[in-house]
């Protein structure tokens, strides 16, 4: 399966280093990876093998964990 890069701000990066940080022991466990290329404020990121996780499922996570997704 061939993985693409996700266009992320500087924001957006800060939420998903942070998600990557509270979920590190999962993700080492089951050996994921990600990938970041930057240029300014602009983080171009990628999980390396998207087998367990996919990138979308990671900022979805994140969206709700903000309550961006909640209903009012």
């Known amino acids: 399966?061939?993985?693409?890069?996700?266009?992320?701000?500087?924001?957006e990066y800060?939420?998903?280093e942070s998600w990557i940080r509270e979920h590190g022991k999962e993700l080492y466990?089951?050996?994921i990876a990600?990938?970041?290329r930057?240029?300014?404020d602009t983080y171009?990121?990628?999980i390396c093998d998207e087998n367990i996780y996919t990138?979308?499922?990671i900022?979805?996570?994140?969206?709700?964990?903000?309550?961006?997704?909640?209903?009012?």
């Open 1 to 11: 399966m061939k993985t693409h890069f996700k266009e992320l701000t500087k924001e």
């Open 14 to 16: 800060r939420e998903f």
């Open 29 to 31: 466990e089951n050996k």
């Open 34 to 36: 990600y990938e970041v």
């Open 38 to 40: 930057w240029s300014g």
């Open 44 to 46: 171009n990121v990628r």
């Open 55 to 57: 990138l979308d499922d």
């Open 59 to 72: 900022l979805l996570d994140i969206q709700d964990n903000l309550g961006y997704n909640s209903p009012n």
